[in-house]
């Protein structure tokens, strides 16, 4: 399985931006795939996921109603939209998979690169 997170940037207060994860050996329908972001000086923190059949998605409160999971699967590739940026969103993003939910708050089978998101104020 690999992944790789891509589209980081830097932006403003208030901006938008959308990242993305590629996989590949892995079969969406039996993955689930989870955004985490670790800041500097903080430990890694779940984001969101979202998970097959049924596009199943989870939140943190952090993020609940500002970021979107969302998933490609003829392309294998899951998305981040983000809204509503503050500097508080400030991290490192990663993307990692894992065969269940309940490894997005004890530990994903595989991760890839991050991709960094810096927001200005």
């Given at each position: 399985v690999q992944l790789q997170a891509s589209g980081g940037g830097q932006v403003q207060t208030?901006?938008?931006?959308?990242?993305?994860?590629?996989a590949s050996g892995l079969t969406f329908g039996s993955y689930v795939i989870g955004w985490?972001?670790?800041?500097?000086?903080k430990e890694r923190e779940f984001v969101a996921g979202i998970g097959w059949p049924?596009?199943?998605?989870?939140?943190?409160?952090t993020v609940k109603g500002r970021f979107t999971v969302s998933g490609d699967g003829a392309n294998y590739t899951?998305?981040?939209?983000?809204s509503r940026l503050t500097p508080e969103d400030t991290a490192v993003y990663y993307c990692a998979a894992d065969l269940h939910?309940?490894?997005y708050y004890n530990g994903m089978a595989f991760w890839g690169k991050g991709t960094q998101v810096t927001v200005s104020s």
């Open positions: 208030g901006d938008s931006l959308k990242i993305s994860c590629s985490f972001r670790q800041a500097p000086g049924g596009e199943r998605k989870e939140y943190s409160d899951v998305y981040l939209e983000m939910e309940v490894a």
